[in-house]
Nanobody, 121 residues
Framework: QVQLVESGGGLVQPGGSLRLSCAAS????????MGWYRQAPGKGLELVAT???????NYADSVKGRFTISRDNAKNTVYLQMNSLKAEDPAVYSC???????????????WGQGPQVTVSS
């Protein structure tokens, strides 16, 4: 069984910064891509950023230049540094991991619970 445990959400003023972390644990053999999605109230799920095992990143246009995704492969952890937060950024941010475990053949896809990010003055 694999778990994704997130931390770092909270309340921040417009223009402020937050750093989200997501650590994967369990019977993990390898992790391919990791990423972050977000969902605001009344809106659909939006891809925020992804990073593959080689460190290649992909960002939604809405966060380019403000958010940075990174990962620590030794810790099976992905981070999302969010700077210059705007009024349109509040959402539940969920991390994802595409991985292979020791006990199941093939790729598996896991989601975290998602920390809430609130931007308000």
């Amino acid at each position: 069984q694999v778990q994704l445990v997130e931390s770092g959400g909270g309340l921040v003023q417009p223009g402020g910064s937050l750093r989200l972390s997501c650590a994967a644990s369990g019977s993990i053999f390898s992790i391919n891509a990791m990423g972050w999605y977000r969902q605001a109230p009344g809106k659909g799920l939006e891809l925020v950023a992804t990073i593959n095992a080689g460190g290649i990143t992909n960002y939604a246009d809405s966060v380019k230049g403000r958010f940075t995704i990174s990962r620590d492969n030794a810790k099976n952890t992905v981070y999302l540094q969010m700077n210059s937060l705007k009024a349109e950024d509040p959402a539940v941010y969920s991390c994802t991991a595409e991985l292979v475990t020791y006990d199941v053949v093939g790729l598996q896809y896991y989601w975290g619970q998602g920390p809430q990010v609130t931007v308000s003055s």
